[in-house]
């Protein structure tokens, strides 16, 4: 039993430097799974500003499961909705976290997600 619980805790830290690694190579990333509608409407909000998002489906990704384990420990120090596909989407500009769906919007509506997208180098105008 213990050595299970010091794998699935190892595969855990392998996973969260693999989220490091991949959220901090890109000016935005986003963390999906092909099949989730909230991840979609994520995708399609930034494309329309004008970003491209490096997006990472986790249902196709190698270690997907382990990552999303990964991202809701990151998360659940904020209140979450969780849906059928876990917690996301979940994106990160610049290196840093930004939060699911319901922080993604409301940095939209309150007009903070723009300015944060071009401190990121992911918008020019």
């Known amino acids: 039993m213990r050595m ?3 794998d699935e ?3 855990l830290i392998m996973a969260y430097e693999r989220i490091t690694r991949m959220a901090s ?3 935005v990333v986003v963390f999906s799974v092909s099949t989730c509608c909230m991840c979609h409407v994520v995708k399609r909000l930034l494309l329309g500003l004008g970003v491209g998002p490096t997006v990472y489906e986790l249902d196709q990704e190698r270690g997907g499961r382990e990552i999303q384990a990964v ?3 990151l998360l659940s ?3 979450v909705m969780s849906g059928p596909h876990g ?3 979940v994106v990160f500009i610049g290196g840093k976290l930004l939060g699911g769906v319901d922080k993604v919007m409301s940095c939209h509506i309150n007009g903070s997600l723009v300015p944060l997208l071009k401190q990121a180098g992911a ?3």
Do not use: I, Y
């Open 9 to 11: 805790r190892e595969g």
């Open 4 to 6: 299970v619980e010091e």
């Open 77 to 79: 120090a904020s209140p």
């Open 25 to 27: 190579n890109n000016a």
């Open 71 to 73: 991202l809701s420990q």
């Open 87 to 89: 917690v996301v989407p």
């Open 123 to 125: 918008l020019w105008l």
